[in-house]
């Protein structure tokens, strides 16, 4: 079965970093955009970042840009987190699709999540 599988997830001081890892186990999805979204409680699933089949290109929310970084290489999607704030606390998830949209329903294929939280 084609899997994405997040890691890298945790507990971190504000100001601290995180890098997260979507493993792509069968690299099924070499050819597809990749996206980084999350979502905390009661709020809904938010686009973070994403990149291009090729790296070529990258997008970012507003909110994470100058902090966040998207990087990809042929198994694996990585989101580096710097500077982390209280209100980075989410359930991460990578998902791959054919568009590189900012809407979650544009996506396809997603991993099961990654808990990120960020005290104060």
């Known amino acids: 079965q084609v899997q994405l599988v997040e890691s890298g997830g945790g507990l971190v001081q504000a100001g601290g970093s995180l890098r997260l890892s979507c493993a792509d186990s069968?690299?099924?999805?070499?050819?597809?955009?990749m996206g980084w979204f999350r979502q905390a409680p009661g709020k809904e699933r938010e686009f973070v970042a994403a990149?291009?089949?090729?790296?070529?290109r990258t997008y970012y929310a507003d909110s994470v840009k100058g902090r966040f970084t998207i990087l990809r290489d042929n198994a694996n999607t990585i989101l580096r987190m710097n500077n982390l704030k209280p209100e980075d606390t989410a359930v991460y998830y990578c998902?791959?699709?054919?568009?590189?949209?900012?809407?979650?329903?544009?996506?396809?294929?997603w991993g099961q999540g990654t808990q990120v939280t960020v005290s104060s």
């Open positions: 998902a791959a699709s054919f568009s590189a949209g900012v809407l979650p329903g544009e996506y396809d294929h």
């Open positions: 990149i291009t089949w090729s790296g070529g």
């Open positions: 069968r690299r099924a999805f070499s050819s597809y955009n």
